[in-house]
């Protein structure tokens, strides 16, 4: 009976024994995996991971926006952004609407400000107090600032269009002084083609590049371009008759007269492509495409001209440059603090302005993010910018859906469907009707 006595001890003790040793040694453990190993347990109440959804138009930075989204994600493990891009040729104002009328309503999203600040402004976070604002070029804050002076929307960047021109090729033709008139613009397209070389890449296919970009040149020429344009909305000033409107004509004849084959059929992406590629020696386009040329052809050498409309070279000679949109926060959103974090972070960050100079080669609407590392477009523009040679971008001033209703008139011209007296009568109908 003793010895059972003893060997039953002598278990206990073993036991005991085991059981010291695997906690000392699961201590040790649960250490050494918090100092070397992530966290693998599960988000606390407070940590718990939340998705921001981000719906926006550039496709031009769509693939570099998401790996910065991923380099936040890295530096904020709760929260996770999820990004729709919609743009190019695709209706984003259509899309937009489309998703708040579902129900499935973006965290964050674009707007251009002036006349779609209105249409969106009951659904928009009061931006005014975020610690970016301090640093907002003036430029910046115009589209999206109300009559009461409240900011609702960051700028994404600047940018500048104008005609992108290929100097190797004009070289190529004798070429020697970038034209600054319209009367020298047409010189040195039949130039070009006197050389072989076809002048212009003309995508007339988008709505935009034409009855958006490109007839903004006669809003903007204006001596007052928002006297003028308010004096549309009140009747005192008519697009019949005025003489900017009268000059575009010759924009559009030049182009469409020295233009790539079949331009009306000719989208985004074929018209930069055709430029790209050396087939045309110049591009009705902006900034934005640089990332895309410099894709398909890293050694080109190019920059940009005005697109002139008559042959005053101090008034032509001009680009125009504006704040292409905003991002804007919805306010009802559920993660509004998420969202207001992830703007800042972008506009202050090392990483995020890195991006937004190195990898968006966009031109920055900040004084604390130095314009560094811009490719030849973005430098062009600055230059431009610099000697105060520019003329704004009006069409976020117009009526909603003019633009569209312009280009599907300016297509009719290009086919030879109506004189230009005809289009004149109808842009002025089309502003009449939808003022």
């Not at 993660?335 to 995020?352: I, P, Q, R």
């Given at each position: 009976m003793k010895r059972?006595?003893?060997?039953?001890?002598?278990?206990?003790?073993t036991?005991g024994?085991f059981?010291g040793?695997?906690?000392?040694?699961?201590?040790?453990?649960?250490?050494?995996?918090?100092?070397?190993?992530?966290?693998?347990?599960?988000?606390?109440?407070?940590?718990e991971?939340?998705?921001?959804?981000?719906?926006?138009?550039?496709?031009?930075?769509?693939d570099?926006?998401?790996?910065?989204?991923?380099?936040?994600?890295?530096?904020?493990?709760?929260?996770?952004?999820?990004?729709?891009?919609?743009g190019?040729?695709?209706?984003?104002?259509?899309?937009?609407?489309?998703?708040?009328?579902?129900?499935?309503?973006?965290?964050?999203?674009?707007?251009?400000?002036?006349?779609?600040?209105e249409?969106?402004?009951e659904?928009?976070a009061?931006?005014?107090?975020?610690?970016?604002?301090?640093?907002?070029?003036?430029?910046?804050a115009?589209?999206?600032?109300?009559e009461a002076?409240?900011?609702?929307?960051?700028?994404?960047?600047?940018?500048?269009?104008?005609?992108?021109?290929?100097?190797?090729?004009?070289?190529?033709?004798?070429?020697?002084?970038?034209?600054?008139?319209i009367s020298?613009l047409?010189d040195?397209?039949?130039?070009?083609?006197?050389?072989?070389?076809?002048?212009?890449s003309?995508g007339?296919?988008?709505?935009?590049?034409?009855g958006q970009?490109?007839l903004?040149?006669a809003f903007?020429?204006?001596?007052?371009?928002?006297?003028?344009?308010?004096?549309?909305?009140?009747?005192?000033?008519?697009?019949?008759?005025?003489?900017?409107?009268?000059?575009?004509?010759e924009?559009?004849d030049?182009?469409?007269?020295?233009?790539?084959?079949?331009p009306?059929t000719?989208?985004?992406?074929?018209?930069?492509?055709?430029?790209a590629?050396g087939?045309?020696?110049?591009?009705?386009q902006?900034?934005?495409?640089?990332?895309?040329?410099?894709?398909?052809?890293?050694?080109i050498?190019?920059?940009?001209?005005?697109i002139a409309?008559n042959?005053?070279?101090?008034?032509?000679?001009r680009?125009?440059?504006?704040?292409?949109n905003?991002w804007?926060?919805?306010?009802?959103s559920e993660?509004?603090?998420?969202?207001?974090?992830f703007?800042?972070?972008?506009?202050?960050?090392?990483?995020?302005?890195r991006?937004?100079t190195?990898e968006?080669?966009?031109?920055?609407?900040?004084?604390?993010?130095?314009?560094s590392?811009?490719?030849?477009?973005?430098?062009s523009?600055l230059?431009?910018?610099?000697?105060?040679?520019?003329i704004?971008?009006?069409?976020?001033?117009w009526?909603?859906?003019?633009n569209?209703?312009?280009?599907?008139?300016?297509q009719?011209?290009?086919?030879?469907?109506?004189?230009?007296?005809?289009?004149?009568?109808?842009?002025?109908?089309i502003?009449?009707?939808?003022?």
């Amino acid at each position: 009976m003793k010895r059972y006595l003893l060997f039953f001890l002598m278990l206990l003790v073993t036991v005991g024994i085991f059981v010291g040793c695997s906690s000392d040694g699961t201590s040790s453990k649960e250490t050494n995996t918090n100092d070397d190993k992530p966290n693998t347990e599960e988000p606390k109440p407070n940590d718990e991971i939340i998705t921001l959804n981000m719906f926006q138009f550039k496709v031009e930075i769509a693939d570099q926006l998401q790996e910065l989204i991923n380099e936040f994600e890295a530096e904020h493990q709760n929260i996770k952004i999820k990004l729709e891009t919609v743009g190019g040729g695709a209706d984003y104002s259509a899309a937009l609407k489309a998703k708040f009328a579902a129900g499935q309503r973006p965290d964050i999203f674009n707007n251009g400000g002036f006349k779609e600040l209105e249409l969106w402004k009951e659904h928009l976070a009061d931006l005014s107090n975020e610690p970016w604002v301090a640093n907002l070029l003036p430029i910046g804050a115009v589209p999206t600032t109300d009559e009461a002076g409240v900011l609702y929307g960051m700028p994404v960047n600047l940018e500048g269009y104008g005609f992108i021109y290929n100097k190797d090729l004009f070289e190529q033709a004798g070429i020697t002084t970038p034209p600054a008139t319209i009367s020298e613009l047409k010189d040195a397209a039949a130039k070009l083609e006197g050389a072989g070389i076809t002048p212009f890449s003309a995508g007339y296919a988008e709505w935009w590049v034409i009855g958006q970009h490109l007839l903004n040149i006669a809003f903007s020429q204006q001596d007052d371009p928002e006297a003028y344009i308010a004096g549309l909305y009140d009747g005192t000033e008519t697009i019949v008759g005025n003489e900017k409107f009268i000059q575009f004509k010759e924009v559009l004849d030049t182009e469409i007269g020295y233009a790539n084959a079949n331009p009306l059929t000719t989208d985004y992406n074929s018209q930069v492509t055709l430029f790209a590629s050396g087939q045309t020696a110049m591009l009705q386009q902006g900034n934005w495409t640089e990332n895309m040329i410099y894709e398909i052809n890293p050694d080109i050498n190019m920059a940009f001209l005005p697109i002139a409309i008559n042959d005053d070279a101090t008034k032509s000679d001009r680009l125009p440059v504006g704040v292409p949109n905003n991002w804007v926060i919805n306010k009802n959103s559920e993660h509004l603090d998420e969202a207001k974090l992830f703007l800042n972070w972008m506009v202050s960050s090392e990483t995020g302005k890195r991006y937004i100079t190195e990898e968006f080669a966009f031109i920055p609407a900040f004084d604390n993010i130095a314009p560094s590392g811009l490719g030849a477009l973005g430098q062009s523009i600055l230059e431009y910018s610099t000697a105060d040679k520019t003329i704004p971008w009006t069409w976020f001033m117009w009526p909603d859906g003019a633009n569209k209703d312009f280009a599907a008139t300016i297509q009719e011209y290009a086919a030879k469907r109506i004189d230009y007296d005809t289009v004149l009568n109808r842009f002025q109908e089309i502003w009449n009707n939808l003022k």
